[in-house]
């Protein structure tokens, strides 16, 4: 798709970078935990290296729920200093802050306008979100509508996310294709990328729910700056079953096969491998939580390097909006243009 749009059919020629383009966002709703660490941000470490990355903290995003206005702009500097302890090099990707870079909700809007109301109504995180709250917001039902904007801006081909982000990424490529079919080529159509372990860690007390920031379950959730003794003892009294048997099978043994993705992801193998090692619940626990503190303590001790200097993590996200909007500025205009909108004269 990004060749077909290259050669530009329905809005004229435009240059379309030849390396891959990555973006992928996090929202500062909530304490950075292990699945959204194994899940996504993890990956992005990696793929930095490997292509041309945007990493956005979305925090339009975090606004589909209310928020307190300090606590929101705290978590949205704490999360930017927690991404780069994760390894994200400011001089290596783009990152930066969603609501910096105006392009992000005008783009939104054309979106809105290309997307059907039933199609948003199919989205399960939706169902799950509202259910839960007691005021549901007109942006929390079309937050997929924004979410594809933030992906299209970049011409972006592959988004890293974790699994439950599965179906607002189909969503994101039929609004990109019904958007290029009306209008001409416009948008390059881009693919989920998910890892093989880590794609969907569970709550360790209820593992039928996923890990979540915004599920309040304290004990269910390894938070990335959370105490690691505390830590330790989650993970050893996380929920498992009765049978003894260490095996990796997430419809019948879901507390167990979540600790082997735990462990899996920790250590680079798969799930089942890693089963292959155990015969009881108490070893697997204490080496998966063994392989957590591991991964954790490096990025606890950058974390409490970087949270000694806002201002420099300020100057940083400025940057990362600057080189944000340059690309994202061409994309919107493409957009503006394809469907309609009069330019300036
Ligand atoms: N439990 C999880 N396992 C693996 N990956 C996960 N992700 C989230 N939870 C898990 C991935 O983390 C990235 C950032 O997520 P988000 O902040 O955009 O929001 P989310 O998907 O809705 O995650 P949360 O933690 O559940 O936040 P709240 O509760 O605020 O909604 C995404 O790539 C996501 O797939």
Redesign the pocket.
């Known amino acids: 798709m990004r060749r077909a749009v290259a050669v530009g059919t329905g809005v004229g020629h435009y240059p379309v970078p030849l390396v891959t383009r990555v973006f ?4 500062p ?2 304490a950075l ?1 292990l ?2 660490l ?4 993890r990956n992005w470490v990696v793929d930095q290296h490997e292509a041309d990355s945007f990493f956005c903290v ?1 925090d339009l ?2 606004l589909t729920t209310p928020q307190d206005p300090a606590a929101l702009r705290a978590a949205t500097v704490g999360l930017a200093q927690l991404l780069m302890a994760c390894g994200l090099d400011p001089e290596v990707c783009t990152l930066f802050v969603q609501s910096q870079v105006a392009a992000h909700t005008e783009l939104a809007w054309l979106m809105e306008c290309t997307v059907s109301f039933g199609e948003l109504r199919r989205m399960t ?1 939706f169902k799950d ?1 509202s259910d839960r709250s007691d005021f549901v917001s007109a942006a929390l039902f079309t937050y997929p509508a924004l979410m594809a904007a933030d992906i299209l801006l970049y011409d972006t081909d592959r988004v ?6 599965r179906q607002h990424l189909e969503l994101t490529r039929d609004v990109a294709i019904r958007f290029n079919s009306r209008y001409g080529d416009t948008f390059v159509v881009p693919e989920a990328v998910i890892p093989k372990a ?5 709550d360790l007390q209820s593992p039928t729910n ?6 309040d379950s304290p004990q269910g959730t390894i938070g990335v700056l959370d105490d690691l003794e505390q830590i330790d003892k989650k993970i050893k009294r996380a929920v498992t079953d009765t049978d003894g048997e260490v095996r990796f099978d997430p419809s019948n043994k879901p507390g167990v096969s979540n600790l082997l993705s735990i462990l899996a992801a920790c250590t680079g193998r798969t799930p089942e491998q890693t089963a292959e090692g155990y015969s009881q619940y108490g070893p697997l626990k204490s080496d998966t939580a063994a392989a957590v503190v591991e991964v954790l303590t490096p990025i606890q001790q950058r974390y409490r390097e970087l949270a000694g200097d806002p201002a420099e993590t300020a100057r940083l996200l400025a940057l990362g909006a600057d080189k944000a909007a340059a690309v994202a500025g061409p994309v919107l205009q493409r957009a503006r243009a394809a469907i309609g909108l009069l330019p300036r004269a």
């Open positions: 992928s966002g996090i929202q709703s909530g935990h699945g959204n194994l899940g996504a941000v979305v995003h975090a995180q979100k890293p996310v974790g699994d439950d982000q880590g794609a969907r860690v569970m996923k890990m979540s920031k915004s599920l």
